[in-house]
């Protein structure tokens, strides 16, 4: 798998790269996911290690313990596995495939709170790739109410699996709803990467509005985000339409073609009234 250094990157292999954030929603490098992952397969050698000695020594409570500690360290890399690769899976649309491995993370016994919570929250990402946008809410309030509860909690996952709650419901055209929702959550965050996804789902409403709620300052910090992030790609079409409304077109013909560079033809299932404007902006 291959992990994203930083949110922003001259390197053309960076979009598709993978992320791992922080509580905050910031990037945090490779070596730090690396080396935490080291720790986890160091404990369990360490269990391992202390089962065998258990076995030799014939004391039945260390064997015991050992057993059930290596047991669920060894779920736990499982399980995280298979979410990785789903994702990677829906990175390059191979959206059955991604389908199946985090069905698989929602059966017994592999489905803890947290496992479903990160399986909803991609499958609601699967559905809204396929353009059905009722099955793409349904899963993104299941992983809420799993995030919500979660101990320790994964603030940065329970604010995705919002956002992706908003624009299914703008998708719908349920406009109302996705308002009251996103006023519960319109604290923009200080990660850098969970704040690009937090002002696609603030424009992508405004879309559904039909209008941009703030002048062009705000909308320059916006697309200048957008310009440094290769990890939320429609933010740039969202941009051009903003442009668009504030008369600044040549501006909004710029955000445009990038966007329809970078994000192709998925921006029509994913965010259809951002595919809409795109192809109605379309030179002939």
Known sequence: MQLARKLTSPDDSTERALVAIDTQGAVISPLRRYAGRAAVYGALSILSGIGVCSILSGDPLVL??????????????????????????????RLDEAESLLQRCLRPP????????????????????????????????????????????????LSLARYQEVRALVSLGKQADARRHFAAISQVPAGDYLRAHFYVTELYLALGDGQVPFLDGPLWDRAQLALDTDHAPPLLGLCAWG??????????????????????????????????????????
């Open 64 to 93: 015991a313990l050992s057993l059930v500690g290596t047991a669920a360290w060894g779920h736990g890399l499982l399980v995280t596995r298979w979410l990785e690769q789903a994702s990677q899976l829906i990175h390059v649309s």
């Open 110 to 157: 592999w489905g803890s709170e947290a496992v479903r919570g990160h399986a909803h929250l991609r499958l609601s990402t699967v559905a809204s790739h396929r353009g059905d946008h009722e099955a793409a809410l349904e899963q993104a309030r299941l992983a809420s109410t799993l995030f919500s509860g979660e101990y320790p909690p994964q603030p940065q996952f």
């Open 243 to 284: 442009f668009d409304q504030l008369g600044e077109e040549d501006a909004a013909i710029h955000f445009r073609v990038l966007c329809q560079r970078r994000c192709g033809e998925r921006v029509q299932h994913t965010l259809p009234l951002l595919g809409r404007y795109l192809e109605r902006s379309r030179p002939a």
